[in-house]
């Protein structure tokens, strides 16, 4: 813990140190140094703040400004879509991703790619629902309620060692660029292996069912014969009943007639 604290406090101050080197020479921020701002975790309905890494409030007042801001957008976070971006300063726009009640929100410059943000609050979001694992189990747990229990702020602080480990990762663009890059390709051969290994599996399957299917419609096309046989003498008989009845008659008095006919005879 105690080395832990110390990585942290010196990660901040020499972020810090870059940014206010920036200000106080040039007035502006250093982009090349400094891209990801504060990065804060909160509840959804209603922006209480869960967990934050804070940059900003240390640096000066435009960027303490824009992250006064971001904060009193918290509570509004619930009406707006799932991922979207603000523009909250001239320079400066926020990120926020939204997943199972929790909003994750994190502030960057206009040089930083919007898809490298959204990464990374993707990652958070993951990253975040572990710690929610570890802390309240993992069978038939409802988590937005849990979450919706909470009642005081930075319940979750132990979680910005998370934040400043994956910020510290997605401050040099190039870097994360190539990982994402492999990550994907990596995912996409992943995919393509596991829908061919699925095809093999299910062609006996399919083969199987089809030679079933086979025999069914066999059987069917049987019965179907023997119905429609059936059917045929059926629609003989309602159409033509009467007529075969009297023929049957007429065949009947001839044959009457033809009796008295040779008996007289003989």
């Given amino acids: 813990w105690f080395f832990f604290s110390s990585r942290r406090r010196h990660t901040r101050q020499r972020s810090v140190s870059w940014a206010r080197r920036c200000v106080q020479e040039t007035g502006t921020w250093d982009y090349q140094r400094i891209m990801i701002g504060t990065t804060i975790v909160s509840r959804e309905i209603d922006g209480l703040i869960l967990c934050e890494n804070k940059v900003e409030a240390s640096i000066g007042p435009a960027f303490q400004t824009a992250y006064d801001k971001t904060k009193k957008m918290l509570?509004?976070?619930k009406l707006q879509p799932s991922r979207h971006t603000v523009k909250i300063a001239e320079n400066m726009f926020t990120h926020i991703l939204k997943k199972e009640g929790v909003a994750f929100i994190t502030m960057t410059d206009k040089e930083y790619k919007q898809h490298l943000a959204f990464s990374l609050l993707e990652e958070l979001s993951e990253a975040f629902m572990g710690e929610l694992k570890r802390r309240?189990?993992?069978e038939s747990v409802n988590y937005r309620s849990k979450i919706?229990?909470?009642?005081?702020?930075l319940d979750f602080a132990q979680f910005e060692k998370e934040i400043i480990s994956k910020r510290e990762l997605y401050l040099d663009q190039k870097n994360v660029s190539?990982?994402?890059?492999?990550?994907?390709e990596l995912d996409e051969v992943a995919k393509i292996l596991t829908e061919d290994f699925e095809i093999l599996m299910d062609r006996d399957k399919n083969l199987d069912q089809m030679g079933m299917m086979a025999s069914k419609l066999k059987g069917i096309s049987g019965d179907f014969k023997n119905s429609s046989s059936k059917l045929k003498w059926q629609?003989?008989?309602r159409n033509y009943w009467l007529l075969i009845a009297l023929g049957g008659a007429l065949l009947i008095g001839l044959g009457i007639f033809l009796y008295y006919y040779v008996f007289q005879l003989h």
């Fill in 148 to 153: 919706e229990t909470i009642s005081k702020p």
């Fill in 178 to 184: 190539s990982i994402k890059k492999v990550k994907s």
């Fill in 235 to 237: 629609y003989i008989w």
């Fill in 136 to 138: 309240y189990g993992t």
């Fill in 75 to 77: 509570p509004k976070t």
